[in-house]
């Protein structure tokens, strides 16, 4: 059974830093597109970044590009978001989710994915 497991959540001011990490059991994890995706209440969820599988090309939002780093740790079945330069509208829960098959054409795309965690809660203050 795959599980996916977030964790690094927390309150911060704007400006301060934040790594999310992702835990992923159950399967064989370097061969998976791995991702982060958010959301914020009220609002959809939104795609944040992916690291593809075997290659590890990272894909980013706009909106975060320059600011978050996306990671996949030394044993592959972990992932980071290094996440910088927080601003308050980066506030709002954080996923990660995995697929051994999705391409970079629908991975930004949040009802493609099977598997997901339960979220981390950012907050950001002003």
């Known amino acids: 059974q795959v599980q996916l497991v977030e964790s690094g959540g927390g309150l911060v001011q704007a400006g301060g830093s934040l790594r999310l990490s992702c835990a992923a059991s159950?399967?064989?994890?370097?061969?998976?597109?791995m991702v982060w995706f958010r959301q914020a209440p009220g609002k959809e969820r939104e795609f944040v970044a992916a690291i593809t599988r075997n290659s590890g090309n990272s894909y980013y939002a706009d909106s975060v590009k320059g600011r978050f780093t996306i990671s996949r740790g030394n044993a592959k079945n972990t992932m980071f978001l290094q996440m910088n330069n927080l601003k308050p509208e980066d506030t709002a829960v954080y996923y990660c989710?995995?697929?051994?098959?999705?391409?970079?054409?629908?991975?930004?795309?949040?009802?493609?994915?099977?598997?997901w965690g339960q979220g981390t809660q950012v907050t950001v203050s002003s």
């Open positions: 159950g399967r064989t994890f370097s061969s998976y597109t």
């Open positions: 989710a995995a697929d051994p098959t999705i391409t970079t054409v629908s991975m930004r795309i949040h009802a493609r994915y099977d598997y």
